[in-house]
């Protein structure tokens, strides 16, 4: 009987999920946005509790302005996009070059990251990278893509079953990692985040061409190897390619754009 009511859900399911990205890219995504952003909350929290959160008011002060500038920019840019009402941002003390934000708007920088970001251009190129996955709602793509349609079905059963169900879906969101936070997006999720956040950032007044810089110095600070952020992203040489093809646009975008100034 449950399998019969399966299939003739199945239909109505995938043409209610069919939608497109802010870029126009057809997608399947499933689970509420409510659910979503629960999850998110609660691996924030998970984070928070077992991280350091660095004190340094003037990395927060950085970090902040350029967080604020960015999610300005993306309301701007993709004003069809269902955004966070709010943001919020943390910088953990950890040594890895990583950032990362969450449904539900929160944003996470690690303060490896700003050894490799040295320019709050190349910080708002990250992070309007991170943006852009939460506003293409590419963890609910994933996350649908990880239980396929019959666990999205019996999504409320499968939450009932404990621990063990919290577990397996953090787990297809790539969250609660060694490292706290890791998305493992495909390839496709990773160049549509890409351009999404050249276009975010130089709508915010930050120079679009130091992303390429700043994916350089991520190549040099993995000594010819992807540093654990980028494991699962573009080759570095493609990514650039990519992002130096829809540059034009992006600096004249920039060049309209009220500069932005966080360097104080």
Known sequence: MRLRCLLYLLPLVLLAGCEETPTGRSQLALVPDTLMAQMGEDAFDQLRRGQSVSRDAAVNRRVQCVARQVVAAAQVRYPAAEL??????????????NAFALPGGRIGVHTGLLRVAETPAQ???????????????HGNERLTQQLGIKAVLLLVGFFGEGDLGQQQLMQALGLGARLGISLPFSRAHEEEADLMGLAIMARAGFDPRQSVALWRNMAAAGGG??????????????RIEALQQA?????????TATPADCSG
Do not use: C, K, N
Request: hydrophobic share 40%.
């Open 84 to 97: 966070p009402e709010a943001w919020e941002v943390v910088v953990f003390e950890d040594p890895s070059p």
């Open 123 to 137: 910080l708002a190129a990250v992070i309007g990278h991170e943006v852009g996955h939460v506003l293409a709602d």
């Open 225 to 238: 190897q992807p540093p654990e952020f980028l494991s699962t992203h573009p080759a570095h040489g493609s």
């Open 247 to 255: 540059m034009e646009e992006a600096v004249a975008t920039y060049r």
